[in-house]
């Protein structure tokens, strides 16, 4: 399934007689945030994902994912500190693998999502300690309070690869690709009472430049 995946991809983007089609004639991922050209950025909810790491009274970690996200990025890779970036969560799209559990936490005694339906963090720093690792510091909203949080990131690949034009039509742009993490306080976003250990909240996300 994934080789027919790429050799339709392939096909796409050249007739089968230019060139021998190959896994390795696809456009990868490059290990250097400035492959990917300067440009607004739009944030691809099909390639991105949003989760809560939540401990369980010493236990064990629950993991809760959150399935509708959005965001929009000026990147700069020639200075990134002048890159700008604006991402939202909408709190009713939590999953949790128990039966109903996601109605319990989306309603008054938890996240509280009629109240306060996103969650959104908006950067005002940028910082780039290597082709592949940085910081982006900003403001957290949830819960309809606002606290500073910075995200350690971790690219994963830039450059030229396939996304989707606005009709889901296979198409090359320049694409970011990372992986974020930060731990947040709960109860500095006044959270139930009964969370009181540092929540982990962990991003993938790929980015396709807006033409």
């Keep these: 399934m994934?080789?027919?995946?790429?050799i339709a991809l392939a096909l796409w983007a050249a007739p089968a007689a230019a060139q021998e089609v190959t896994p390795e004639s696809i456009p990868r991922g490059q290990q250097d945030?400035?492959?990917a050209a300067a440009g607004a950025y739009r944030l691809d909810p099909t390639h991105s994902a949003?989760?809560?790491?939540v401990p369980h009274m010493g236990f064990s970690v629950s993991v809760f994912r959150f399935g509708t996200v959005?965001?929009?990025l000026d990147w700069?890779?020639?200075?990134?500190?002048?890159?700008?970036?604006?991402?939202?969560?909408?709190i009713a799209s939590v999953m949790?693998?128990?039966?109903?559990?996601?109605e319990i936490l989306t309603g008054p005694d938890y996240l509280d999502s009629a109240?306060?339906?996103t969650a959104r963090f908006i950067a005002d720093s940028f910082s780039a300690e290597s082709p592949t690792k940085g910081k982006v510091s900003g403001q957290l909203t949830l819960l309809g309070k606002t606290q500073p949080a910075t995200f350690e990131v971790t690219l994963i690949g830039a450059g030229k690869g396939y996304t989707g034009d606005e009709s889901g039509n296979p198409?090359?742009?320049?694409?970011?690709?990372?992986?974020?993490?930060?731990?947040?306080?709960?109860?500095?976003?006044?959270?139930?009472?009964?969370f009181t250990d540092p929540i982990t909240i962990e991003i993938d996300a790929e980015f396709a430049r807006q033409e």
Excluded: C, K, W
Excluded at 2 to 6: C, G, N, V
């Design 115 to 117: 109240t306060n339906p």
């Design 33 to 35: 945030y400035h492959a």
């Design 96 to 102: 949790t693998p128990v039966q109903g559990f996601a």
């Design 50 to 53: 949003v989760q809560a790491r």
């Design 70 to 72: 959005s965001g929009q």
């Design 2 to 6: 994934i080789r027919a995946s790429l």
């Design 171 to 194: 198409i090359i742009r320049d694409l970011i690709g990372l992986h974020a993490r930060t731990d947040i306080d709960p109860q500095a976003h006044g959270m139930n009472e009964f």
């Design 76 to 90: 700069n890779p020639d200075d990134p500190a002048q890159s700008r970036l604006e991402a939202e969560v909408e």
